[in-house]
């Protein structure tokens, strides 16, 4: 389960995912890392500054997630993972870099890589490391894989129950030792306890209500920070996990101050109330870069795990006619709107799979042949019984091809982008109206809840492993016979699809979980029950007072190893 979340750039705002690689695997992800049309990174400051010890930082947070029950439908936000997940909660596997590629490594929570043994049934055998301790003194034991593990498969209200709901049985032959036995071949198994979840302690939790204790924020911790606060609408401040048994931070607070607007952020950063930004790319982003002169620096990566992407509800008319989603694909400018939004920051090609580009290896580029043209958007919706009304609006046993697009409201990207669509969907033929809400609203209810036509918003992979069945498998589907679970919020149903991914998150063979990836590539152009539009760049922006290995982790987010940072000599 290479969780994927949305927001920024997660959550609906953006979904998570996770897989066992093999050398060969990786030699696949290593050759795949380049997708077309994605640029370089850009940098200004590669070069490791050192830091004293001691002193604090502000960095501004552009979005507040919901909650901090990782495990709960309301922690959608990618921003909760960079801010607290990453850097309070345990996992076994790290996303590090790699021989130019990002690939899993085990975290310091394991004494070693996990052995699998394969066969009819597959077993994960994990060995925590004997320092692993929890910020209480206590250890980090089989007994919290149990837990977690339980949580995720026979909960109620569960993000993403991908690889967890393949658990057949789980023993804890001693207390560092936990065996995972699975009911089939999983080939993402390396996003069990890694990717968007972790290992969540057992001895404060178990009989109590988990979402309860942990939904506005926790005072435990398994990683090098302890949330210290969380002042709903103004800040979450970290500080350091005296317990932590890797390496200790360096800095002895960090403030994280929400700064949702754009422009105000950069005024902020440059007055030097803010040490660092990571902003959502914007229309006006290069000129304020290069305005943040005398010591700032950033880092600019088009290689990312971010797409943005026009999700269409394929159980809401208009979209429940394949054809009209494909005329929509037709009907849709990309590479324009592409090159308007992204051009600038190395992105000028639009997306043509819904894999990302650190997944490009298993994607195909099938959605090649929607570009703009009118006639097959004709084509389509003639052949499926639609005609032009007097006002040029497509119409059908009495009803207009009209629909309503959704997404975050005060996002001046994404209302600009609504806007360049509502005028080439209007020289198409179709009516859109603008309904942008909160991301709570958007992630926590309309969504999940099926409560929308058209959205607008950005998936992130939080795993170098491919995970399309997060996003459109049937199961995925949010019911309530799945207690609300997965994030097809589409509610994508194609023949043949299912087999497809699931063969994908079976199969260990990375060629063969290439090839059923790429099919199910194909299918998803060919019923489109969504349109890839790009993929969003990642800026990290900080001050010279900010020192440390710095630079920005496309699965984990600029603040992966917030432990390094510090304030520079």
């Known amino acids: 389960m290479n969780q994927r979340r949305i927001g920024h750039t997660r959550t609906p705002l953006g979904p998570r995912k ?87 490594v085990p975290s310091p929570l394991m004494a070693g890589e996990p052995t699998v043994t394969d066969g009819e049934k597959q077993a994960i055998t994990y060995k925590i490391s004997p320092d692993a301790v929890w910020s209480d003194g206590e250890p980090i034991t089989s007994a919290d894989i149990e837990y977690t593990a339980l949580q995720i498969r026979d909960g109620k209200d569960v993000f993403d129950k991908t690889g967890y709901d393949k658990i057949e049985k789980i023993d804890t032959p001693d207390e560092k030792t936990a065996v995972i036995t699975l009911k089939e071949q999983y080939g993402g198994w390396r996003t069990l306890f890694s990717s968007g979840y972790g290992v969540l302690p057992e001895h404060l939790l178990k009989g109590k209500n988990r979402n309860a204790v942990m939904k506005d924020g926790y005072t435990f911790s398994g990683g090098p920070w302890k949330i210290e606060s969380w002042k709903k609408g103004t800040a979450i401040t970290l500080v350091p996990n005296d317990r932590y048994w890797g390496r200790k931070p360096k800095l002895d607070k960090v403030t994280f101050q929400l700064a949702t607007d754009t422009a105000a952020a950069f005024q902020a950063f440059k007055s030097g109330q803010l040490d660092a930004l990571f902003p959502t790319p914007q229309l006006d982003v290069v000129e304020q870069l290069n305005q943040t002169a005398g010591g700032a620096k950033k880092q600019i990566d088009a290689e990312t795990g971010n797409l943005e992407a026009l999700w269409m509800n394929n159980d809401k008319f208009p979209f429940t006619s394949a054809s009209v989603r494909r005329a929509l694909a037709y009907a849709v400018d990309r590479p324009a709107i592409v090159k308007k939004l992204y051009g600038s920051l190395g992105v000028e090609k639009p997306a043509d ?11 195909g580029t099938d959605f090649s042949k929607y570009r703009l043209d009118l006639a097959a958007v004709d084509k389509e919706m003639t052949g499926d019984g639609w005609q032009k009304g007097a ?95 997965g994030i097809n919020f589409t509610r994508t149903k194609i023949d043949g699809l299912d087999p497809l991914l699931a063969e994908v998150d079976r199969e260990t063979d990375p060629a063969k979980r290439a090839k059923a990836s790429k099919q199910g590539d194909k299918l998803l152009a060919g019923a489109v029950p969504a349109i890839p539009i790009g993929t969003v760049p990642n800026i990290l922006l900080w001050s010279d007072r900010v020192g440390g290995p710095l630079s920005n982790n496309p699965s984990e987010g600029p603040w992966w190893n917030l432990n390094e940072w510090g304030l520079a000599k």
Request: hydrophobic share 35%; net charge negative.
């Open 391 to 485: 006002d040029g609006v497509w119409a059908k046993d009495g009803r207009e091809a009209e629909f309503s697009i959704v997404s975050l409201a005060g996002n001046k990207r994404r209302e600009l982008t609504q806007q360049i669509l509502q005028t080439q969907l209007k020289q198409a033929g179709f009516r859109m109206t603008i309904k942008n809400t909160s991301p709570a609203d958007l992630f926590g209810k309309k969504a999940p809840g099926g409560d929308f036509e058209l959205g607008l918003w950005t998936l992130v992979d939080t795993f170098p492993d491919p995970a399309l069945s997060n996003s459109f498998s049937s199961t995925s589907i949010p019911t309530e016979a799945n207690g609300r679970s």
């Open 18 to 104: 996770t897989t066992a690689v093999s050398a060969v695997a990786l030699a696949v992800l290593l050759a795949g890392c380049t997708s077309p049309g994605s640029g370089s990174s850009e940098s200004t400051a590669n070069a490791e500054v050192p830091v004293k010890e001691g002193g604090s930082l502000v960095i501004g947070a552009e979005q507040e997630p919901d909650c901090a029950d990782w495990i709960s439908v309301c922690a959608g936000s990618i921003w909760g993972d960079y801010m607290m997940r990453t850097n309070t909660i345990p996992r076994v596997f790290d996303v590090r870099r790699k021989d130019g590629a990002w690939v899993p």
């Open 353 to 363: 799979s819904f894999l990302t580009p650190i997944l490009s290896s298993y994607g």
